[in-house]
């Protein structure tokens, strides 16, 4: 028997969690359920919408089902989702994009895995004003964060049958970080020799989601695009009401529809559980019950065939006579179905994070603020030489000034060179002595970025095409 934390949330919550019990009951699941409050209902109590008994609970159990909760607008909480995705390090969001029977959309043989890094890139939010006119966001891609991402879609793919892991990025304009997330990418591939790899440029993807989406099988993505192109696919199987989520830690996993709390057809009786029960299938591979999820997701593709849906996808069940079409259409329990499951674990154990390397300084990027024009800026200090000078990422000087909108953010490179051109090493003090320099010059300074090498981390190398 596998214990389940299951949280109700509010809203249509209670009405579509009722529904999956109700059906999981029928199917003779072996799951007992562990329930736990958290969202609107718990706020006079518990600020942050999660009680600590609700996050001890995930924590001791591992494994959560969760109803939509609602955010207050404006005042309140912050998004329950967001406060457990973090609190919990649920590093990956995976999101099933599939073709269902009855749902009418462009396509009908999608069946296609979204993995999304749930934490790093620029959601780290780390944004700065740097000047009057220029705001900055950090995007951090991490070496372990990426192999973790990789791996995690990798070991889906073989316990799910999968064939193909297409990375989806942007590491010909974002070379270094990217170029970070693909090159683990491939690291984690070449464990994999049995499951086909390859990498898509995020733009082409699109593209080619929305005119021939029947070829993707796995994409693994980085956070930003990942949140996007997850709602792109969710779109091309039929919206929210069939789109289904996990977010997934090392310890904890928490499942839950992609829709919110539907406020406007609470507590009528006509939600439409679909995607709540899509997201317990997720669960059930997760926890290993393959078979099950093969023997309740029939009877869900066997009463839509039968045309038995909810308004929101045309029909005209609402949520009881729904479930019980579900219930009508089950298959009996197999006789070894609940024999050896294998739950669908990443350990940090498992990963290969990081790489003794070296590492060179060879120069700063010195980011300045001048709203009159070009800086002048000192032409050597020490061993650092003023390479250039860029204004969003445009090289205006030396040479030939483009025409370009000059804002009040220069970036000012200085690179130590020796007298054959090979980079040299430098220390801190060199660049201490610089922005001595630029400050006594009266030129106000924002940051310094050090120009580092390290060992073969020089970005995009590979570009395999799909
Ligand atoms: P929503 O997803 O709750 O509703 C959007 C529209 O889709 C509404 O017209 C709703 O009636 C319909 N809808 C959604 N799920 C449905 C279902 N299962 N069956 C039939 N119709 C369905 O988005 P909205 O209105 O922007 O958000 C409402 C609240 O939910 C907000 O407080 C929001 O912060 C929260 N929310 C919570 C999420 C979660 O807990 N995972 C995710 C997204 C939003």
Redesign the pocket.
């Known amino acids: 028997m596998f214990e389940v934390v299951l949280i109700k949330?509010d809203?249509?919550g209670p009405e579509?969690s009722d529904a999956v019990v109700e059906i999981f009951e029928a199917a003779q699941v072996p799951i007992k359920w562990v329930e736990h409050q958290a969202?609107l209902n718990t706020i006079e109590k518990h600020p942050t919408g999660i009680p600590a008994e609700t996050l001890a609970a995930i924590e001791k159990y591992q494994v959560a089902l969760?109803?939509?909760?609602?955010?207050?607008?404006g005042t309140g909480h912050k998004?329950?989702?967001v406060t457990l995705r973090t609190t919990l390090e649920l590093f990956a969001n995976v999101r099933p994009a599939k073709s269902l029977p009855g749902v009418r959309t462009r396509f009908d043989n999608i069946d296609l895995i979204i993995v999304r890094e749930n934490i790093e890139d620029t959601y780290s939010g780390i944004e700065h004003h740097q000047t009057a006119c220029v705001a900055q966001g950090l995007k951090l891609i991490t070496r372990p964060g990426s192999i973790r991402i990789a791996k995690y879609a990798f070991e889906m793919a073989k316990k799910y049958g999968r064939k193909k892991v297409v990375a989806v990025h942007k590491a010909n304009i974002h070379k270094i970080t990217d170029g970070l997330f693909l090159k683990c990418f491939y690291e984690v591939a070449s464990e994999y020799p049995e499951i086909q790899s390859s990498d898509i440029i995020v733009d082409n993807a699109c593209m080619q989601l929305v005119s021939n989406p029947e070829r993707f099988d796995v994409m693994v993505l980085p956070n930003l695009y990942g949140d996007i192109v997850s709602d792109l696919c969710a779109g091309l199987v039929g919206g929210?009401?069939v789109a289904p989520g996990g977010n997934i830690g090392e310890n904890s996993a928490i499942f839950?529809?992609?829709?919110?709390?539907?406020?406007?057809?609470a507590g009528k009786g006509?939600?439409?559980?679909?995607?709540?029960l899509l997201s317990s299938f997720q669960m059930l591979q997760h926890l290993g019950l393959h078979k099950t999820k093969l023997r309740i997701e029939s009877a869900l593709i066997q009463t839509l065939k039968d045309g038995i849906k909810?308004?929101?996808l045309g029909g005209k069940s609402n949520t009881k006579e729904f479930t019980k079409a579900i219930i009508s259409n089950l298959e009996p329990v197999l006789e070894d179905e609940f024999k050896d499951p294998v739950p669908l674990r990443i350990k940090s154990g498992m990963l290969k994070t990081y790489k003794e390397v070296e590492e060179y300084c060879h120069g700063v990027d010195v980011f300045v603020e001048n709203p009159k024009g070009l800086p002048t800026m000192p032409e050597q200090v020490d061993n650092l030489k003023l390479k250039m000078i860029s204004n969003r990422g445009t090289k205006v000087y030396p040479g030939v000034m483009p025409k370009i909108w000059l804002v009040d953010h220069h970036r000012c490179r200085y690179v130590a060179t020796d007298a054959n051109g090979n980079y040299m090493n430098i220390g801190d003090e060199e660049i201490f002595d610089l922005i001595r320099e630029i400050s006594a010059a009266g030129i106000k300074w924002m940051h310094i970025e050090k120009l580092q090498l390290f060992d073969g981390e020089l970005g995009y190398s590979k570009a395999q095409g799909e």
């Open positions: 949330g809203g249509i579509i969202g969760k109803g939509p909760t609602t955010t207050p607008i998004s329950v989702n929210l009401g839950e529809s992609v829709h919110g709390s539907a406020p406007d057809i006509i939600a439409n559980p679909t995607a709540l909810t308004g929101d």
